[in-house]
């Protein structure tokens, strides 16, 4: 059974910044890939970003250039640097982490506003 857990979520002013973790345990293999969702009230869940085992990393439009998603496969982490925010990226954010299984985390709130 593999386990997520996000943390670094919180409150922030438009224009900070957050740091997002992910730390999965468990019986993973090797091959996998990290990334992160996020939700809005009232909206569908969407990707935000994805760093592939290859070194690969995609990004969502409304979000590249601000964030920045990293992980260390060895360790099974990953992060979700997370600058200039705007009120439209409050959310909840999920970690994904993807075998031939998709396995996800509970989520972590980020609110951004003044």
């Known amino acids: 059974q593999v386990h997520l857990v996000e943390s670094g979520g919180g409150l922030v002013q438009p224009g900070g910044s957050l740091r997002l973790s992910c730390a999965a345990s468990?019986?993973?293999?090797?091959?996998?890939?990290m990334g992160w969702f996020r939700q809005a009230p009232g909206k569908e869940r969407e990707l935000v970003a994805t760093?592939?085992?290859?070194?690969?990393?995609h990004y969502a439009e409304s979000v590249s250039g601000r964030f920045s998603i990293s992980s260390d496969f060895a360790k099974k982490t990953g992060y979700l640097q997370m600058d200039n925010l705007t009120p439209d990226d409050t959310a909840i954010y999920y970690c994904?982490?993807?075998?031939?299984?998709?396995?996800w985390g509970e989520g972590t709130q980020v609110n951004v506003s003044a």
């Open positions: 994904y982490l993807s075998t031939s299984t998709t396995y």
């Open positions: 760093h592939l085992r290859t070194g690969t990393k």
């Open positions: 468990g019986d993973i293999f090797s091959n996998y890939e």
